[in-house]
């Protein structure tokens, strides 16, 4: 709708052009302007141009309406400083006057629907063909919009038809701008997780003291040190380090947190697990025969008709097998509960994870 809104396209067709290229028609069609600056993505396109127009949120709340310029709307990547309840109702742009030009341009790496890896934003005043006032504003390369002032200061007092000389760019990109990767939160320490290289092994032992003993190294966790932490979108079935057993090739076997990167990586390495390789379970009838279909997708399968029940007549899906949803009781009694009935045997949802991961 922006992007064709004729208004836009006459006073700011820069804002209607950047608005057209969000994402894709779906997530345009879909996603709002308010929604999108109240995301605080750090890669998204609105925050940018809209912070070197100068544009401003209005936000309505319990305690009133309010007004924050969308510069200082973020806090921080995926955070804003908006309060409970409180919700963006308009952008106010100021109009640009007779001198003013913007565009925005982002580089995109692979298709038209990806997010930015780099975008700029630039707004000028131009006088008698001499740029008078400049602002470059960049998005993606740091948590939030970088307002790039040396760069704006560079094209200051120069004729539009003669470009800086930016051979000395190089020299000022390298180093000077803070990438999402540089962002250090003081005494954050820094995790790296082992992976299993293996699709199926049993963990027979874990051995973690070499990796202890890697300069900064303060922790190293492993299944028997977090218990059986599961998660998991729609049914929390996997477990965050491996326990037991290994169930596809790059399963988290253990993680390690150290006060550097290199340290973490370097402990990882350490950390020696032996693995009694098995037989890799490949594919849905392989996986199903192992273990069949979660309890709770079971229960979900049409009674009638409908393609998980007739996979089922027809043999491909293994048949309900004891109580429906007893697991999943089970699994509700919590932390408690499985406390004192001691170590369960772990027959892994694995073939619910590996059915929606081929999907
Ligand atoms: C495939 C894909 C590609 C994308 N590509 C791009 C891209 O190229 N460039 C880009 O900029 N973005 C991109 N996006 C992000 C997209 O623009 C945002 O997801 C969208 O703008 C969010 O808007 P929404 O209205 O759906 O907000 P929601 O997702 O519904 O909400 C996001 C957050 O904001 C809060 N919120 C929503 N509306 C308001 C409001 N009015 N006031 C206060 N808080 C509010 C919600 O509570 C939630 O926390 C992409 C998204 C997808 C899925």
Not at 79 to 107: C, M
Not at 109 to 136: C, H, K, N, Q
Not at 261 to 274: C, K, N, S, T
Request: with cysteine; glycine share 12%.
């Amino acid at each position: 709708m922006l992007a064709r809104d004729p208004l836009l396209r006459r006073e700011l067709p820069a804002a209607a052009a950047m608005f057209g290229h969000i994402g894709n028609v779906r997530v345009r069609a879909w996603g709002t302007v308010g929604g999108n600056l109240a995301l605080a993505e750090p890669a998204q396109d609105p925050p940018v141009l809209l912070t070197a127009l100068d544009a401003d949120v209005l936000v309505r709340g319990p305690g009133g309406t309010r007004r924050v310029p969308v510069a200082g709307l973020a806090a921080g990547p995926m955070t804003t400083v908006l309060e409970p309840g409180e919700l963006i109702t308009h952008v106010a742009v100021p109009r640009p006057g007779p001198d003013e030009r913007s565009a925005y341009l982002k580089f995109l790496p692979v298709t038209a629907d990806d997010y930015a890896t780099v975008s700029v934003a630039v707004r000028l005043r131009v006088a008698g063909g001499v740029v008078t006032a400049a602002r470059i504003v960049c998005g993606a390369v740091g948590p939030l919009p970088v307002d790039c002032a040396e760069a704006a200061a560079l094209v200051v007092g120069r004729p539009t038809a003669e470009p800086p000389d930016v051979s000395e760019a190089w020299a000022r990109v390298s180093g000077g701008a803070g990438y999402v990767g540089d962002v250090r939160v003081p005494d954050a320490l820094h995790a790296a997780f082992v992976y299993s290289p293996w699709p199926a092994a049993r963990i027979e032992g874990i051995d973690v003291g070499p990796a202890l003993e890697v300069p900064g190294m303060v922790a190293v966790l492993t299944a028997d040190g977090v218990g059986e932490i599961r998660t998991g979108r729609a049914l929390r079935d996997y477990p965050v380090l491996a326990a037991g057993e290994v169930r596809f090739a790059g399963q988290r076997v253990a993680a390690v947190a150290a006060t550097t990167r290199e340290a973490a990586r370097e402990g990882a390495a350490a950390v020696e697990v032996d693995y009694d390789v098995r037989p890799a379970v490949l594919g849905l009838d392989a996986a199903v025969a192992v273990d069949p279909l979660h309890p709770s997708r079971l229960r979900r399968l049409p009674r009638r008709g409908g393609r998980p029940a007739r996979a089922q007549r027809a043999g491909r899906v293994a048949p309900r097998r004891g109580r429906p949803g007893r697991r999943l009781r089970r699994r509700g009694q919590g932390v408690r509960g499985r406390l004192r009935r001691g170590p369960q045997p772990r027959r892994a949802a694995g073939a619910a994870c590996l059915r929606r991961r081929r999907v």
